[in-house]
Each structure stands twice: as C-alpha cells, then as structure tokens.
C-alpha cells in the first residue's frame, strides 16, 4: 500500500522555468491537497481539491496551476518559478463528507529550490 | 494574519517527564483541531485530535486539551520518550468542514533528552 507517493523528491530550478510536481494515491481519497513548509511559517495550504474536475485556491496559490482529472492524480504546475517558491511541498490526501475523520496523509515532501 | 499560532519555537524536556506544547487560535469558526507530528525528510503524520464538543481527548501517552474560552489548546505526552523528538504542528478545522482543509500552526520542535 503505497499511500501518497510525490515525485520528484529534489527538484532545482532556474528562474523563469517551468515545472510539475507529481502527486498520486492509491487510498480512493476524494480530497487532495498540496501545501508549502517555510521555516517559520508552518504549513500554508496552496491548492486543493475535493474530488475529479474541482480544485479550489488556498491560503497561497499564486504561481501555481492544479488539475484534477481523476480521483487518485493531483499534479501542482510551477508556471514560471520564482526564489520565493524555494520551499518543501506536501501533497495530502483523506476522506470527505461522511467518512472524514480529520485525517490528512501526507507524502514525504517534494523539496525545490528556484535559483 | 496567523489564525492559529504556537509561540514557542523550541522546547526541551528530559525523558520521562511531561512536555506540553501549546497552540492558539484566532478564528471563532474552527471547530476541529489537531495534531501532527513530523520528522526530518518525512511528511507529516496524524497524532491525535479534538472536536470543539470536547475538553478532553486522550489516546495513550498523548492527551490533548481544548479551552475555548480561551482560543487554546495544548497536548501533553506523558511520559516523554528520545522517540518524541520531532517538529509538532497544531491545525484547525472550519465549522462544517467535511474535509482535510486545514490552517496550521508553525510548529514547535521538541527535544526529549534521554
């Protein structure tokens, strides 16, 4: 059971280029997610999405594209990476309506740095 | 603007005592928290968490208590273990949320001493 996988796990880019991080779970969870960690900030929620063909606009989403075409894809496009995308992503995934439990599974991060 | 905060950046403890970390939050609207522990290179994990009906939720060592009142809450490890030592984020839940979209907090790091 492979749960949340990410891909790539290190990722450098040069300013201005372009870019997509990969998430995929195997749960048949209806909602998806991707969130930023920056030290001092904690995790801010960027995009999400609660099932195929609807995504939603977090806390930080500028810069950055989702799309939802089946249940267990939710890919995050850098449009044209900038430093201050320099963070470790985390997509996640868990239940909706009446089997969420408050739970969200993450994947083991995807770390970018933008040069 | 930080809804939900922890204060302390750090905090050490020496095995086998307790540790507790706080969190507070500002927006009235969240009705469901948790806690996730993370350690270095990995995600994330689900600890344990709290409905705003409750006070009080214990699941083994960990024990988390919720002040609403007070827009607070805390979880206390009893007995602290060299095994605790992570990163430990609170996060908050919107009334009526029926999914993971959550706001967290910026973390606290825990050092448990042996």
Known sequence: NAGVTQTPKFQVLKTGQSMTLQCAQDMNHEYMSWYRQDPGMGLRLIHYSVGAGITDQGEVPNGYNVSRSTTEDFPLRLLSAAPSQTSVYFCASSFSGDFWTGELFFGEGSRLTVL | ?114
């Not at chain 2, 990995?42 to 919720?66: A, M, Q, Y």
């Not at chain 2, 979880?75 to 029926?98: E, K, N, R």
């Open chain 2, 1 to 114: 603007d930080q809804q939900v905060k922890q204060n302390s950046p750090s905090l050490s403890v020496q095995e086998g005592r307790i540790s507790i970390l706080n969190c507070d939050y500002t927006n009235s609207m969240f009705d469901y928290f948790l806690w996730y522990k993370k350690y270095p290179a990995e995600g994330p994990t689900f600890l344990i968490s709290i409905s705003s009906i409750k006070d009080k939720n214990e699941d083994g060592r960990f024990t988390v208590f919720l002040n609403k009142s007070a827009k607070h809450l805390s979880l206390h490890i009893v007995p602290s273990q060299p095994g605790d030592s992570a990163v430990y984020f609170c996060a908050a839940a919107a009334g009526g949320t029926s999914y993971g979209k959550l706001t967290f907090g910026q973390g606290t790091i825990l050092t448990v001493h042996p």
